[in-house]
């Protein structure tokens, strides 16, 4: 008993079962290409430009140079000598630990010497050196004096392909050195130490430094598809785009304006901000592929590196996590199945959209909520899975409503009125099975007309003036029953037979009787159509003719009748062979142009509304039980 309800569901689920996966499998493999890498970094930078900003980091102050303290030294690189003054000036301040971002591997005269004891007499000092060789393959050896006291970092940044930054370096291996710290890593260390944090190996052998354990970035993170994971690095968390530290010119400092011990405890940051060193970097909050907004000078990003290090250690404040592959292909696969799933289920376009829509503000709402907790989950591959799905299942149901009306529209061929042909494929669901039209048992009324002594007409007509005749004869009584709200259902020979009452159901005595007057008001309207066409052709010279209609109302059965080949939609039953019987009556009873003989059920329903006359009860051929019949009058004119 489950198992064929299991079948059964499985059935009727099985576009979603084959839309969702392919379609996820489908942006899968686009992600695996990196197709959608450009867009998840725009949507990540996105949640960045959003979140709320925080607070300044006040254990960081960065002394700038900017293009009027340039002018005030008047010499770039800055003179050895003003240097050693401007780090004497922060040293005895007593900070923490003192940052130097900037190359210093060859002396600038005036000073040097007098540069070098500064060095060699300020332990927390760390200077700088480029490891990694650019594009043309340079590297840029540290401060010799530093270089030998170990009091040097790697200040190398690592530019995404859109030119942005999002990540750091802890430490970087270059080939046949020692591994070298991070310049970032190298002061917070130093600041760590004094709030007795020291390094240590997680469980896992990562990097852990007070709260935080610091898991290295993967080729694959995120968003990431095959990345460069060279050394140690992290995901970047910015604080936010200004603001995040405190700042101090350097022709201030030289000039004593700044207060006294302001920069005690604290890290000091001396680097460049002038806009003509170009030491300048595009970062998330640089949104979209314009990258618009300013840039972020590089010694403000080592700020924001040395920030997320002391934050996460000190007060656990969030690294940016990632979920592992199978997990991330996984949440494709499920919103995959969501957008098919929605589209399945409501196939309203208005509602699909609607759903869609809720369902996009969903995953990308969650998504945000999920960064402002420290994890980055994936968000275009989603959204793409969820929208292709959902395409794919509104194309299958567009496809199979495209099929099942032409499938309706092909066994009716054109022989029904619009307002039918309407109602059918608004009922397509309990009407169609299979492409087919399934069988009912309605209450209907028949209508059969035919053409009094057509025989004798075949014998006047050549056969193609024959045929020209007949289909004129054809098109104009079909039209007179498409106009009556009637089904042509086939043609015999010179016959036509046409049902009132299908393939929609009538559900009331009052619908039955409708449609039992509509088949005597169409078979008065054909009597007046037929007059028209006799004078028209007897002025062309052709043969005049009259016909008879026979018409009963009574139970039908109605459905799609033949193979594969040959399909058609038709009624059989009891009173479709009394209309037939009725038509083909008594031919000698009279009825002027057209005779229409009815049975005692369509009288019911006609009786008083048209003028009739009684024939009599009588023995139709094939019917044990007498029959009563009816004639109904044409108009005297």
């Given at each position: 008993?489950?198992?064929?309800?299991?079948?059964?569901?499985?059935?009727?689920?099985?576009?979603?079962?084959?839309?969702?996966?392919?379609?996820?499998?489908?942006?899968?493999?686009?992600?695996?290409?990196?197709?959608?890498?450009?867009?998840?970094?725009?949507?990540?930078?996105?949640?960045?430009?959003?979140?709320?900003?925080?607070?300044?980091?006040?254990?960081?102050?960065?002394?700038?140079?900017?293009?009027?303290?340039?002018?005030?030294?008047?010499?770039?690189?800055?003179?050895?000598?003003?240097?050693?003054?401007?780090?004497?000036?922060?040293?005895?301040?007593?900070?923490?630990?003192?940052?130097?971002?900037?190359?210093?591997?060859?002396?600038?005269?005036?000073?040097?010497?007098?540069?070098?004891?500064?060095?060699?007499?300020?332990?927390?000092?760390?200077?700088?050196?480029?490891?990694?060789?650019?594009?043309?393959?340079?590297?840029?050896?540290?401060?010799?004096?530093?270089?030998?006291?170990?009091?040097?970092?790697?200040?190398?940044?690592?530019?995404?392909?859109?030119?942005?930054?999002?990540?750091?370096?802890?430490?970087?291996?270059?080939?046949?050195?020692?591994?070298?710290?991070?310049?970032?890593?190298?002061?917070?260390?130093?600041?760590?130490?004094?709030?007795?944090?020291?390094?240590?190996?997680?469980?896992?052998?990562?990097?852990?430094?007070?709260?935080?354990?610091?898991?290295?970035?993967?080729?694959?993170?995120?968003?990431?598809?095959?990345?460069?994971?060279?050394?140690?690095?992290?995901?970047?968390n910015y604080r936010q785009v200004e603001g995040s530290f405190s700042k101090v010119s350097l022709t201030d400092l030289l000039k004593n304006r700044i207060k006294k011990d302001y920069f005690r405890d604290r890290i000091v940051l001396l680097g460049s901000t002038a806009a003509s060193l170009n030491d300048f970097f595009y970062?998330?909050?640089?949104?979209?592929?314009?990258?618009?907004?300013?840039?972020?000078?590089?010694?403000?990003?080592?700020?924001?590196?040395?920030?997320?290090?002391?934050?996460?250690?000190?007060?656990?404040?969030?690294?940016?996590?990632?979920?592992?592959?199978?997990?991330?292909?996984?949440?494709?696969?499920?919103?995959?199945?969501?957008?098919?799933?929605?589209?399945?289920?409501?196939?309203?376009?208005?509602?699909?959209?609607?759903?869609?829509?809720?369902a996009c503000g969903t995953l990308v709402g969650g998504a945000y909520a999920a960064f402002l907790a420290g994890w980055w989950i994936p968000v275009v591959a989603p959204l793409a899975s969820l929208g292709g799905s959902a395409v794919a299942i509104a194309a299958y149901i567009a496809q199979q409503q495209r099929q099942e009306?032409?499938?309706?529209?092909?066994?009716?061929?054109?022989?029904?009125?619009?307002?039918?042909?309407?109602?059918?494929?608004?009922?397509?669901?309990?009407?169609?099975?299979?492409?087919?039209?399934?069988?009912?048992?309605?209450?209907?009324?028949?209508?059969?007309?035919?053409?009094?002594?057509?025989?004798?007409?075949?014998?006047?007509?050549?056969?193609?003036?024959?045929?020209?005749?007949?289909?004129?004869?054809?098109?104009?009584?079909?039209?007179?029953?498409?106009?009556?709200?009637?089904?042509?259902?086939?043609?015999?020979?010179?016959?036509?037979?046409?049902?009132?009452?299908?393939?929609?159901?009538?559900?009331?005595?009052?619908?039955?009787?409708?449609?039992?007057?509509?088949?005597?008001?169409?078979?008065?309207?054909?009597?007046?159509?037929?007059?028209?066409?006799?004078?028209?052709?007897?002025?062309?010279?052709?043969?005049?003719?009259?016909?008879?209609?026979?018409?009963?109302?009574?139970?039908?059965?109605?459905?799609?009748?033949?193979?594969?080949?040959?399909?058609?939609?038709?009624?059989?039953?009891?009173?479709?062979?009394?209309?037939?019987?009725?038509?083909?009556?008594?031919?000698?009873?009279?009825?002027?142009?057209?005779?229409?003989?009815?049975?005692?059920?369509?009288?019911?329903?006609?009786?008083?509304?048209?003028?009739?006359?009684?024939?009599?009860?009588?023995?139709?051929?094939?019917?044990?039980?007498?029959?009563?019949?009816?004639?109904?009058?044409?108009?005297?004119?």
């Amino acid at each position: 008993m489950i198992l064929p309800k299991l079948r059964q569901e499985i059935k009727n689920w099985r576009p979603v079962l084959v839309a969702a996966p392919a379609v996820a499998g489908l942006v899968s493999v686009l992600r695996l290409t990196g197709f959608l890498q450009y867009l998840s970094w725009d949507a990540l930078d996105q949640f960045f430009i959003w979140r709320p900003a925080e607070a300044p980091d006040p254990r960081i102050v960065i002394v700038t140079i900017d293009e009027t303290d340039l002018k005030q030294v008047g010499k770039w690189p800055i003179p050895d000598q003003t240097l050693a003054e401007l780090l004497l000036k922060i040293k005895a301040q007593q900070p923490r630990a003192i940052g130097l971002d900037l190359y210093r591997n060859l002396p600038v005269e005036p000073g040097y010497q007098q540069l070098v004891k500064v060095f060699e007499s300020t332990p927390n000092l760390i200077g700088i050196e480029k490891v990694v060789r650019d594009m043309r393959g340079y590297t840029i050896p540290p401060p010799p004096v530093l270089s030998q006291k170990e009091q040097v970092g790697a200040n190398d940044v690592i530019v995404d392909g859109d030119g942005k930054i999002r990540r750091g370096v802890l430490f970087l291996h270059p080939p046949g050195r020692k591994s070298i710290s991070g310049f970032a890593l190298k002061l917070a260390r130093i600041y760590l130490k004094g709030e007795g944090i020291t390094p240590k190996r997680a469980e896992n052998g990562y990097l852990k430094l007070g709260k935080a354990v610091f898991e290295p970035f993967e080729p694959n993170d995120g968003d990431y598809i095959g990345a460069d994971a060279a050394g140690y690095q992290l995901l970047l968390n910015y604080r936010q785009v200004e603001g995040s530290f405190s700042k101090v010119s350097l022709t201030d400092l030289l000039k004593n304006r700044i207060k006294k011990d302001y920069f005690r405890d604290r890290i000091v940051l001396l680097g460049s901000t002038a806009a003509s060193l170009n030491d300048f970097f595009y970062t998330p909050y640089n949104g979209g592929f314009s990258h618009e907004g300013p840039k972020m000078a590089g010694i403000e990003i080592q700020a924001h590196i040395l920030s997320q290090i002391l934050s996460a250690a000190i007060e656990g404040r969030p690294l940016i996590k990632t979920w592992s592959d199978p997990l991330e292909y996984g949440w494709i696969f499920l919103w995959s199945y969501i957008g098919a799933t929605l589209a399945w289920k409501l196939p309203n376009s208005r509602w699909t959209v609607s759903s869609l829509a809720i369902a996009c503000g969903t995953l990308v709402g969650g998504a945000y909520a999920a960064f402002l907790a420290g994890w980055w989950i994936p968000v275009v591959a989603p959204l793409a899975s969820l929208g292709g799905s959902a395409v794919a299942i509104a194309a299958y149901i567009a496809q199979q409503q495209r099929q099942e009306k032409q499938t309706a529209m092909t066994l009716f061929g054109r022989y029904v009125s619009p307002q039918i042909a309407n109602a059918i494929w608004r009922d397509r669901d309990t009407l169609l099975a299979q492409g087919r039209l399934k069988g009912q048992k309605l209450k209907a009324t028949v209508l059969f007309t035919d053409i009094k002594n057509f025989s004798v007409l075949t014998n006047k007509l050549e056969p193609e003036e024959l045929m020209d005749w007949l289909n004129e004869y054809m098109e104009a009584m079909s039209e007179v029953v498409l106009a009556n709200g009637g089904v042509v259902d086939k043609f015999i020979g010179d016959a036509v037979m046409a049902v009132f009452g299908v393939p929609i159901p009538r559900t009331t005595e009052q619908a039955i009787a409708n449609d039992a007057q509509a088949a005597v008001r169409c078979a008065l309207e054909m009597a007046t159509k037929l007059k028209s066409l006799n004078q028209r052709w007897l002025s062309q010279g052709r043969p005049t003719v009259t016909m008879r209609v026979g018409i009963a109302t009574g139970t039908v059965v109605a459905g799609s009748l033949g193979g594969l080949q040959r399909l058609e939609y038709t009624t059989i039953g009891d009173c479709v062979n009394l209309a037939a019987r009725l038509e083909s009556f008594d031919k000698s009873i009279d009825g002027g142009i057209c005779r229409i003989l009815i049975n005692k059920r369509t009288y019911k329903y006609i009786e008083g509304l048209f003028p009739t006359n009684l024939i009599g009860s009588v023995q139709i051929r094939g019917r044990q039980r007498l029959t009563t019949i009816y004639q109904v009058l044409l108009a005297q004119n």
